[in-house]
């Protein structure tokens, strides 16, 4: 897989909404929480979050949090998923979070205009790409009780 460098331009249209190994590293996390990086990010994740925002109805959640003179990536997993979908919810949040804002360093040196897409359309390619992690790294078995999950929340594609 190729890893496009933050100013590498001709690259960034491709970019946008490919893997990089975050399934690979989402894959590979050990614990509840904690920070990785990706896309020039600090990712903070937690897996078994009980912020009183999330629900069945928001079951999971991204935003930018301030860090002295920078801004990390915060992505929260609400505890009442599943634990075998948590990770697959992680992976959307993260993906729609890196493709709407883009590669960190398009954010802070060029603006949020040169990686920005909308958050409703960054969420549609990110379920896409979500469904395809579940597919690879979930058995049969889970896939259909993760479907069935999905189906049954009480609004369609809020996370
Ligand atoms: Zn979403």
């Known amino acids: 897989m190729t890893e496009a460098r933050p100013n590498d331009t001709a690259q960034e249209s491709s970019h946008e909404w490919h893997d990089d190994g975050l399934a690979d590293v989402v894959t590979a996390l050990e614990h509840e929480g904690g920070v990785f990086h ?5 990712i903070r994740y937690d897996l078994a ?7 069945d109805s928001i079951p999971g ?66 379920e896409r790409l979500h469904w395809d992690y579940a597919r690879q790294h979930l058995s049969s078995e889970e896939f259909v009780a993760f479907q069935s999950w999905d189906a049954q929340l009480p609004r369609d594609g809020v996370y």
Not at 38 to 42: E, K, N, P, Q, V
């Open 38 to 42: 990706y896309r020039g990010w600090a």
């Open 49 to 55: 979050a009980d912020n009183p925002e999330l629900s």
């Open 61 to 126: 959640e991204f935003g930018l949090v301030s860090i002295k003179d920078r801004y990390d990536i915060v992505v929260r997993v609400w505890q009442g998923v599943p634990e075998t979908f948590r990770k697959a919810v992680l992976y959307h949040e993260i993906q729609e979070a890196t493709i709407a804002l883009g590669d960190a360093d398009d954010y802070f040196i060029g603006g949020p205009q040169r990686g920005f897409m909308d958050k409703e359309d960054a969420h549609i390619i990110a």
